[in-house]
């Protein structure tokens, strides 16, 4: 795995294992149904409608989010150069100092914390009530990207910025704007939320493999209906301490899910 993307570690493939049915939305909950082309239209204005400004500078809400991401890789392709395909349900958790991923279906997570320059990475594998920390000089080793902002808007606010603006308007009362272009050999379509500062719609294509995240359900962090889990009685195990664990069962079993590992033994 390449821990340096253009997207949050979950768009490198770190969390997205394949999974079968639908997300299912509890009822109550803010819904934000994607825009298709057709919708859309209905929505843009000329004048923008007065959409709010690009702007990701502005402090972020505390929120929780819910997101399905589903992958297609086509058959003749070379399967080793793309996630597997599948899908998967993963809830999103963003404060101040704080980002959680959790991968529901998989029962792994991510979660980025930071002190003052200081960010830490933690791998989380909730079955086996352990997590796998990182820190600033294990991060930089494995050239993990260290943007507080690319955590905090699941995707690289350069890359964001420098994509078309394609159309704006308004959706069910809120104010989108619709970006798309070309990055790192990927095309790129973003409908973007601008009051959360967060995607709606993130669609990634290459040759043979296709990726697209959807969000569904929004909610203040402050109100949010799903707890994240207790990790508080984990064990955490320092990655600098994986080469001396690798006959550790667990850490063989989880290895290959962890960002860096091949970097770590050279």
């Not at 340096?4 to 909950?29: D, Q, R």
């Not at 050239?143 to 394609?166: E, F, K, M």
């Not at 990655?239 to 050279?266: C, K, N, T, W, Y």
Request: glycine share 6%.
């Amino acid at each position: 795995m390449k821990p340096k993307s253009a997207f949050f570690l979950l768009f490198a493939g770190s969390l997205l294992l394949p999974l079968a049915g639908h997300a299912h939305e509890p009822g109550g909950e803010s819904q934000t149904p994607s825009l298709t082309a057709d919708t859309a239209a209905a929505s843009v204005c000329a004048d923008d409608c007065n959409v709010p400004a690009l702007d990701l500078t502005e402090p972020l809400p505390e929120l929780a989010a819910s997101y399905v991401t589903s992958r297609a890789v086509e058959a003749d392709s070379h399967s080793h150069d793309h996630p597997p395909a599948g899908e998967a349900e993963w809830r999103f958790f963003r404060e101040n100092d704080r980002v959680d991923l959790e991968n529901l279906g998989a029962r792994t997570g991510e979660r980025w914390q930071r002190d003052g320059r200081t960010q830490f990475f933690f791998k989380v594998f909730h079955e086996d009530r352990r997590s796998i920390e990182y820190r600033m000089d294990d991060l930089k080793m494995i050239d993990a990207a260290l943007s507080w902002q690319q955590h905090t808007l699941l995707i690289d606010p350069q890359v964001l910025q420098g994509l078309a603006l394609q159309e704006a308007g308004w959706r069910d009362g809120y104010p989108y704007r619709r970006y798309s272009g070309m990055a790192g050999g990927e095309k790129l379509d973003v409908l973007w939320r601008v009051d959360l500062k967060l995607p709606v719609v993130l669609e990634r294509e290459r040759a043979g493999y296709r990726e697209r995240t959807v969000l569904k359900a929004v909610h203040p962090l402050a109100d949010s209906p799903w707890p994240r889990p207790d990790q508080s009685g984990y064990e955490v195990i320092d990655f600098a301490d994986i080469g001396d664990r690798e006959r550790d069962p667990f850490v063989m079993r989880i290895q290959a899910q962890l960002p860096g590992v091949s970097a770590h033994r050279h």
